[in-house]
Every structure is written in structure tokens, then in C-alpha cells.
């Protein structure tokens, strides 16, 4: 059981948008900020949120997230088949230990 | 660019010590929370713990008692060992660093470490 709580998955028509839940506490989201990653078959997770809300440089501005109180969203817009992926949410908890998501898969119809 | 390398045995007996080492290249460990991070096969990632550059450590409170990560900055490695090995530690195991504010930016690329007899 992962402290925080995301959809097993999510499904969406490509060209479509989507958007993907990340609830925690006080204790994590509440406190930090959070972070998106993607995670293609066979390889490692990827950066694609930080600090609740930015790109890193070369990910698309179709990708977005947003939080507030104590959950986060990743929003996917204009969706590709090579956006089927796992995708993970990340934040501090308190004592600084790190908490993930129990991710997400999308699966583009 | 940062790069990071997990190297170390693919295959650990149970209850014996599973030893990887991960080696920063393109960069000094220096600022920054250097991780490990596992995912057992067809399941989520799950944190281990970290060590800050200084040396101090924190780790997942479900696996404190069997943990150790330090560092040799003169070699710009970070190891991990985790003792008492059962299959439920069968994973593939990243090392990663995490920036301050709350990030993972820079992975290696992870090693299958399975447990068996």
C-alpha cells in the first residue's frame, strides 16, 4: 500500500487529454512539492514535473501538473501512443523520506 | 550531464548480503541526496533510502534494519547493502540523485538483482 494513492489506470483516445490523480496527506503533498515521472516498458523512470508544476527542458508542454491542498494531477493533452507508459508521482514526507505513488498505467485506445 | 551506474552481482543467495555500488560520472557528489530505488518485477518503485553528500543518511522505515548506504566521495561512488536477503528483494535497483526541493532528475539505468538459492 504506497502513502500515496493514484489510479491503477487511465485509458484515452489518442488526440484526447487525460489526466492522472496523486493524493496524499498533510504530511507529504501538503508540505513539498511533487513530482511526475514516466516510466517506459524496459526502461528507467524519467523526469517529467517538477516542483508541482514545471517542464523540464525537451518535455512537452502537452504534459502539465497542478496541486493543490494535499493532491497533485498530471495532465496529458493531444495524447500519442508513445505516451503509453507508467507514470509515478514523488514528494518528500516528513523526516525527509521519499514516498511514490502506486502508479498509474495509461493505455492509449 | 550527470550520469549514474549501478554496478554489482546479478544474483544473491537468500539471507546473504545483496552489495551494489553506483558510480557518478559528469559530475561531483556533491548538494544533492544520492538514492537508491527499487522496483520488484511488474510492480511500483519503491524507495530505499539516500545519502546526503555531507554522509549524513535516512532511510524507508520498512527496511532501516537491514540497510546501509555510504559514500566515497574519492571515487564519486555511493554503495548500498542490504543483509538478509529473501526473494521479496528480487528488483531491479536504481541509483539516483534527488535534488533538495524534491526531484529525481538523473537515474542510471537500474540492475536486476534476483535471490535464489
Known amino acids: 500500500q504506497s502513502v500515496l494513492t493514484q489510479p491503477p489506470s487511465v485509458s484515452a483516445a489518442p488526440g484526447q487529454k487525460v489526466t492522472i490523480s496523486c493524493s496524499g496527506s498533510?504530511?507529504?503533498?501538503?508540505?513539498?512539492?511533487v513530482s511526475w515521472y514516466q516510466q517506459l516498458p524496459g526502461t528507467a523512470p524519467k523526469l517529467l514535473i517538477y516542483?508541482?508544476?514545471k517542464r523540464p527542458s525537451g518535455i512537452p508542454d502537452r504534459f502539465s501538473g497542478s496541486k493543490s491542498g494535499t493532491s497533485a494531477t498530471l495532465g496529458i493533452t493531444g495524447l500519442q501512443t508513445g505516451d503509453e507508459a507508467d507514470y509515478y508521482c514523488?514528494?518528500?514526507?516528513?523526516?525527509?523520506?521519499?514516498?511514490f505513488g502506486g502508479g498509474t498505467k495509461l493505455t492509449v485506445l | 550531464q550527470v550520469q549514474l551506474q549501478e554496478s554489482g552481482p546479478g544474483l544473491v543467495k537468500p539471507s546473504e548480503t545483496l552489495s551494489l555500488t553506483c558510480t557518478v560520472s559528469?559530475?561531483?557528489?556533491?548538494?544533492?541526496?544520492w538514492s537508491w530505488i527499487r522496483q520488484p518485477p511488474g510492480k511500483g518503485l519503491e524507495w530505499i533510502g539516500y545519502?546526503?553528500?555531507?554522509?549524513?543518511?535516512n532511510y524507508n522505515p520498512s527496511l532501516k534494519s537491514r540497510l546501509t548506504i555510504s559514500v566515497d566521495t574519492s571515487k564519486n561512488q555511493f554503495s548500498l547493502k542490504v543483509t538478509s536477503v529473501t526473494a521479496a528483494d528480487t528488483a531491479v535497483y536504481y541509483c539516483?540523485?534527488?535534488?533538495?526541493?524534491?526531484?529525481?532528475?538523473?537515474w542510471g539505468q537500474g540492475t536486476l538483482v534476483t535471490v535464489s538459492s
Open positions: 539516483a540523485r534527488a535534488h533538495p526541493s524534491g526531484y529525481i532528475k538523473s
Open positions: 559528469g559530475g561531483s557528489i556533491s548538494s544533492y541526496y
Open positions: 545519502i546526503y553528500y555531507s554522509g549524513s543518511t
Open positions: 498533510s504530511s507529504n503533498i501538503g508540505n513539498s512539492y
Open positions: 516542483d508541482n508544476n
Open positions: 514523488g514528494t518528500w514526507d516528513s523526516s525527509l523520506t521519499w514516498v
